[in-house]
């Protein structure tokens, strides 16, 4: 297998790229030419304001409430290995190894920008992580997101230098002999790297480009599973004429209504209840464009966000050498990202709420134009139950997401002796989203299910071109059901499906615009 070659220089990492990154061990990121001079001209003045013993945050003094204990240029090693080994105390679920990939990526490509004063050989020895398929062992709770993601990057510099643990074969070994194991040797870590290095929103946004990359497949699902709900209910795609939407000219509504006549274009069922006497659609149907065409735009700008966060320099103190200045901030505070990442988990679970709506309204007799209860034969309903629980799984799902939709931006506990006296929570955000996006999966997975058992009895009428595809994409691996089965396999099957129905469709009508 060819190893594929990714590099970076600090502008132009994408949410896709990091995706397939984290996803894909036959990759080796190396640092941009162009960078390699600025980080040599910012390393240089960082070992300048070091021999010199100028008072400069984090280079001759402590962090925190210690920054005004003096370090010696003797000092400048072990005060950053202390940094690093004292902030590795996480706790919980280790973070999968996508997750430490993504981190792994974003920080190299915070640190190439040549304002961080890191030299190239530290951050080289940081992309063995990815170039060598190191997982290292990182707790997933621990971070507050306002001096960066301290916790969470101590664990992994930790790994590099030996100091912390990795996965080998599903087990936690200590690094130090697993970096013996792979011919790498610990990383010695000189002056003002360990604050680099650990100092950083490079976990939260590494998690929320993860999260973006999973929530535009979840959007463009949405509106297929809507557009077969829609047939199976005998539903009109009226309310998504331009003409309507043109009149209210958000983005996303207009991109969901287009999306949606494109997958509902030539639709055999819509043509054969063309002249009924229903006047209008119940909400769950005829607002989609709207809810959907909401979740769209807040998508877009929660993606303007993290692209923006995934380039950036975000670290503390900055080094400008240019101007021979070190300046200390506060680009580490996760504010940005803790805001989005609520904000999206809020956008998605809508998502979800209205797909609940549809599946309950393709359940209930009295309210789906003629489907069967809980889509089973009529003549074996009773003795089945068909999808009749199916439903009861999405308000579960449902219930958890409000309660994790609470925002945890709004929330704020002072640290370091009051130093870090507001804190951003942004860790928690990005933790909450990527729940958040999980479950709508698993009920948009439910509609998908539901909504092919659905057409099923609209036959011999076919749904729509694009609707169409992905009942047939559906069906190729999920039969009809005939009598009450195991329903978790229907589910998990057609969650492996959705990948493969986003695809098909797309080669029918062309892209899903989001």
Do not use: W
Request: proline share 3%; glycine share 6%.
């Amino acid at each position: 297998m060819q190893t594929q070659i990714i590099e970076i220089n600090g502008k132009s990492l994408t949410i896709d790229l990091i995706h397939y990154v984290a996803t894909h061990n036959d990759v080796k990121v190396t640092i941009s030419e162009e960078v390699k001079k600025k980080i040599a001209k910012s390393r240089e003045l960082v070992e300048k304001k070091v021999e010199n013993q100028e008072v400069v945050y984090g280079l001759t003094t402590g962090f925190g409430e210690f920054k005004n204990k003096t370090i010696s240029k003797e000092q400048t090693e072990e005060l950053q290995k202390n940094l690093i080994i004292s902030h590795s105390i996480g706790t919980g679920e280790a973070f999968k190894e996508e997750i430490i990939r993504a981190a792994t990526l974003v920080r190299a490509n915070s640190l190439v920008n040549g304002f961080s004063g890191i030299r190239l050989s530290t951050i080289e020895a940081m992309l063995d992580i990815i170039n060598h398929n190191v997982y290292a062992y990182v707790p997933s709770k621990g971070s507050v997101g306002a001096s960066g993601d301290l916790a969470p990057l101590s664990h992994l510099v930790a790994c590099r230098m030996g100091y912390g643990e990795a996965y080998k074969g599903g087990k936690r070994i200590d690094s130090k002999i697993y970096l013996q194991e792979i011919g790498l040797s610990p990383l010695v870590l000189s002056s003002k790297e360990g604050l680099a290095l650990n100092n950083g929103t490079s976990f939260m946004a590494g998690i929320s480009a993860l999260n973006l990359y999973k929530a535009e497949k979840l959007i463009k699902l949405s509106d297929i599973a809507y557009s077969m709900t829609l047939e199976a209910c005998m539903g009109t795609v009226t309310a998504c004429d331009h003409k309507v939407h043109d009149c209210r000219p958000h983005n996303g509504q207009i991109r969901t209504a287009e999306n949606v006549r494109r997958l509902c274009n030539s639709s055999e069922i819509m043509e054969s209840h063309k002249n009924c006497g229903r006047v209008q659609d119940s909400y769950s149907l005829r607002c989609t464009p709207q809810v959907h065409g909401a979740v769209k735009d807040s998508y877009n700008h929660v993606k303007s966000v993290i692209v923006t966060e995934i380039n950036s320099t975000t670290d503390n103190p900055l080094v400008f050498p240019d101007d021979d200045q070190v300046i200390s901030a506060g680009n580490f505070h996760g504010e940005p990202i803790a805001l989005v990442m609520d904000f999206l988990g809020i956008a998605i679970s809508e998502l979800a709420n209205i797909s609940d709506r549809r599946i309950f309204k393709m359940l209930s007799p009295h309210l789906s134009e003629g489907l069967p209860a809980f889509l089973i034969d009529e003549d074996k309903g009773g003795l089945n139950n068909g999808l009749m629980i199916a439903q009861y799984t999405t308000a579960a799902l449902l219930a958890e997401n409000k309660v994790l939709a609470h925002p945890a931006s709004v929330d704020s506990i002072p640290t370091s002796a009051d130093q870090e006296d507001h804190v951003s929570m942004g860790m928690t955000s990005s933790n909450k989203a990527t729940q958040i996006l999980s479950n709508v999966e698993d009920v948009l997975s439910v509609e998908l299910m539901c909504a092919a058992q659905a057409l099923d009895y609209k036959a011999p009428n076919a749904p729509g071109i694009g609707s169409k595809e992905a009942y047939k994409t559906v069906r190729e691996k999920l039969s009809h059901l005939d009598n009450d089965r195991v329903l978790y396999k229907d589910l998990e099957i057609t969650k492996e499906l959705l990948s493969d129905i986003i695809t098909n469709v797309e080669k029918r009508i062309g892209e899903i615009q989001i």
